[in-house]
């Protein structure tokens, strides 16, 4: 059973605008979470980080949201820009050394 | 400088063969991990290592088997490889401190088995 899961598995956002990727989990024992980005024939790069003693955490154009009573997490990233296109991978973790992943949403930035 | 490299990465192999793969690590990272990508792009950690004492070993079958010769190494050896061991498996590292930057992770070394 997957505990972190990205329901959409693709998106489609107009350069400039706001993307939206969402993800939820099922643990309520987690207490890390962070969003990679993955390029095809390349591994995950680390994006950003959220503890659950934090509701938000910004890093330029991109922002986590941490919603605990809902188990949600969100990836905004304002504006879009078309070499944001990529795989966004969200993982939780309830001990540092071990995280569980989504399965990913593919993100199209279109010019 | 490439900071996690894996090698190879494509690996086609017959079944029942036994095949390594390596990942080597330069950022001075305490922790290593191997990690499997399954047929539906879910990335499952399969062992850890830190400071080259196995942390982490999930329900993997004993034909997988790591070997940390430094904390700069993490190699994977698969003997009899079967069909369903095809996969993407990737390799990272992580500070052992959390509050640092996360994981960071190697391109993937694709392992078809036919």
């Known amino acids: 059973d997957q505990q972190v899961k990205q329901n959409s598995p693709s998106l489609s956002v107009q350069e400039g605008r706001i993307s939206i990727l969402n993800c939820d989990y099922t643990n309520s024992m987690f207490d890390y979470f962070l969003w990679y980005k993955k390029y095809p024939a390349e591994g995950p790069t680390f994006l950003i980080s959220?503890?659950?003693?934090?509701d938000k955490n910004e890093d330029g154009r991109f922002t986590v949201f941490l919603n605990k009573s809902a188990k949600h997490l969100s990836l905004h990233i304002v504006p879009s820009q078309p070499g944001d296109s990529a795989v966004y991978f969200c993982?939780?973790?309830?001990?540092?050394?071990?995280?569980?992943f989504g399965s990913g949403t593919k993100l199209n930035v279109k010019p | 400088d490439t900071a996690v490299s894996q090698t190879p990465k494509y690996l086609v192999t017959q079944m029942g063969n036994d095949k390594s793969i390596k990942c080597e690590q330069n950022?001075?990272?305490?922790?290593m991990y191997w990690y499997k990508q399954d047929s539906k792009k879910f990335l499952k950690i399969m062992f850890s290592?830190?400071?080259?004492?196995?942390?982490i070993n999930e329900t993997v079958p004993n034909r997988f088997s790591p070997k940390s010769p430094d904390k700069a190494h993490l190699n994977l050896h698969i003997n009899s490889l079967e069909l369903g061991d095809s996969a993407v498996y990737f390799c990272?590292?992580?500070?052992?401190?959390?509050?640092?930057?996360?994981?960071?992770f190697g391109s993937g070394t694709r392992l078809t088995v036919v």
């Open positions: 990272a590292s992580s500070p052992w401190n959390r509050d640092n930057y996360g994981y960071t």
């Open positions: 959220i503890s659950s003693i934090k």
């Open positions: 290592y830190n400071n080259k004492e196995l942390i």
């Open positions: 993982a939780a973790s309830d001990n540092f050394n071990k995280f569980y």
């Open positions: 950022l001075g990272h305490d922790t």
